[in-house]
């Protein structure tokens, strides 16, 4: 099964180790929010286990940080899933909280959003708690990569009222944008307390190590989604390989994993440049080491991606076999209301 597939990767594991308490302030956040709500709902919550990636990825952040750090990543699974909607009927409902959404974080004024939609109001405040004592310069690049996921979440949802089959190269593409990866390492500087110059952020350098990276986090969540995508019935890479190359399922997962190596190899190479990078930019020695630990975040995120992966119970064969689209209501907000079992 994919999600008991092993992928070599030379990338320590590490756990929060404040995971236990985190998870239980993370989902009174989400009541709090309306987010879940009713026994049924809460549970089948607690057992996907979505905001436990924060512990794989954020393993050094504590307190209000990670408190921070869960409730994002529980708030991007419940976005993800308000776009699932049943085989020929459209998620207006997504596209209307995403348009509210960039709204507010282009334009925040109460007037722009409706912040009774339970989506909304959490975005804004984890909106709020993560722009507090991050400059003007990092929030405005937070702000355009946070809009940049949400409007690939809209071309997603366009491409796929089209019908039309895509290549394996244009599914990477747009997955780059709705992986949510480039904000969440954006988190990283935020819960790390540090910023890296916003000139080097945008550095050929950097931006080759976060594609790697985000095509790394991308080609693992595929192989272990692929369970849990077949019995929703949604578009998953390895299948597109699969159509695209006319080879196996498991031709098709061997060359997937290939190429997650490739793309970490590949990463570990840009890595080494790191210090030559540094030292012709003539940085002093606090500015060099905020570069290293941004590098040493997109490392943390792939060993954290595929580790969650193969614990958590989103992609778990009991999930897949036990949901379906018609399902996945009772775990985010549809129609804008409180969830209910």
Partial sequence: MPQNITIK???????????ATARERNLEWMR????????????????????DLAAYSYPDAEGADLDLAFDTMGWFF???????????????????????????????????????????????????????????????????????YLTGNLTEEIDRRTWIPQDFATRMRVGHRTLGLIPS??????????????????????????????DSVKLINEVMSLENDD??????????LMRQSNCSREEAIRVTVSLIQTKVGQLFDQMKLIPLFCARLGLKSTES????????ALFTWIRGSYDWSR?????????????SPNMT?????????????
């Fill in 9 to 19: 990767l030379p990338i320590p594991s590490r756990l929060n180790t404040g995971l």
């Fill in 32 to 51: 709090r929010h309306n987010l879940v709500s009713g026994h049924e709902a809460i549970h089948r919550y607690m057992f996907s286990a979505v905001a």
């Fill in 185 to 214: 390492l954006d988190l990283a500087e935020r819960v790390g307390h540090f910023e890296i110059p916003q000139i080097i952020w945008h550095s050929s350098q950097l931006e080759s190590m976060r594609r790697a990276a985000v």
């Fill in 231 to 240: 019995a929703r019935g949604d578009p998953n890479l390895v299948r597109c």
């Fill in 311 to 323: 614990s958590n119970g989103r992609y778990s064969p009991r999930t897949a076999s036990a949901l």
């Fill in 329 to 341: 209501g009772q775990l985010h907000p549809a129609n804008l209301t409180t969830v209910s079992p």
């Fill in 78 to 148: 419940l976005f993800d899933d308000l776009f699932d909607v049943p085989e020929g009927r459209e998620a207006d409902v997504a596209v209307d909280v995403c348009q509210q959404l960039i709204a507010l974080v282009t334009q925040p004024s109460p007037r722009e959003t409706n912040r009774d939609a339970p989506l909304v109001g959490a975005f804004a405040d984890i909106w709020r708690r993560a722009t507090t004592g991050m400059s003007h310069e990092w929030q405005q690049r937070a702000a355009h990569n946070w809009v940049d």
């Fill in 289 to 296: 080491e905020k570069v290293q630990r941004y590098a040493s």
